[in-house]
């Protein structure tokens, strides 16, 4: 069964910086397309960042782009995102989830996703 567990999550001050690490089990992150996804209370699910499963092709939601680098370490099968300049509306649940196909940006069409992780941007 196809696990993909994200960590990095926490307390952030605002101006300052996160990284976010996605590790899935077998192969997944090598080898499938991979996204994070934010949902803030109240607020619909939004579409954060996405690569290609070759890690070539990167896409950033405009909320992030310009402050956000995704990237993936096949090797050690892990996807991270990194964000600086982070603002309390980053404050969200952070998930992570994996595709082999459809719209990058459309969270329904993700097969796998992880659990979540908390970040919370304070003043």
């Known amino acids: 069964q196809v696990q993909l567990v994200e960590t990095g999550g926490g307390l952030v001050q605002a101006g300052g910086s996160l990284t976010l690490t996605c590790v899935g089990s077998?192969?997944?992150?090598?080898?499938?397309?991979m996204g994070w996804f934010r949902q803030a209370p109240g607020k619909e699910r939004e579409f954060v960042a996405a690569?290609?499963?070759?890690?070539?092709?990167?896409f950033y939601g405009d909320s992030v782009k310009g402050r956000s680098t995704i990237s993936k370490d096949n090797t050690k099968n892990t996807m991270t995102l990194y964000m600086e300049n982070v603002k309390p509306e980053d404050t969200a649940v952070y998930y992570c989830?994996?595709?082999?196909?459809?719209?990058?940006?459309?969270?329904?069409?993700?097969?796998?996703y992880g659990q979540g992780t908390q970040v919370t941007v304070v003043s």
């Open positions: 989830a994996a595709r082999n196909f459809g719209d990058f940006y459309d969270y329904d069409q993700y097969h796998f």
């Open positions: 690569i290609s499963w070759e890690a070539i092709t990167k």
């Open positions: 077998d192969h997944t992150v090598r080898t499938y397309n």
